[in-house]
């Protein structure tokens, strides 16, 4: 399992108020490919392709956890301050 985050991110991603933790980049992963309202844009592949590099050990974790934020306010997904 990939190692948590510094701060996880709370969202609500099946729909209003209805929140959800992301605490590590394989969690955001499967929460883009499986749960993600947009099936492709642009902020959307571009997070998909750091969580990868980052589960590959290319790039650091808060890459990942930035790059799901971007990807999320794209999406019109509510984040929990």
């Known amino acids: 399992m990939a190692d948590n ?3 996880p991110i709370i969202l609500a991603l099946e729909g209003p108020e209805q929140y ?3 605490s590590n980049t ?8 499986e749960d993600w309202p947009l099936e492709d844009s ?4 571009r ?6 590099a980052v589960i590959e050990g290319k790039q650091p974790p808060e890459a990942a956890r930035k790059a799901f934020i971007e ?11």
């Not at 997070?47 to 990868?52: F, S, Y």
Request: with cysteine; aromatic share 6%.
């Open 42 to 45: 642009e902020l959307l592949t």
């Open 20 to 22: 959800t933790t992301i």
């Open 71 to 81: 990807a999320a306010r794209e999406a019109g997904i509510q984040i929990k301050p």
């Open 47 to 52: 997070a998909l392709d750091t969580c990868a």
């Open 26 to 33: 394989t969690e955001a992963s499967w929460a883009m490919i």
């Open 5 to 7: 985050w510094d701060k």
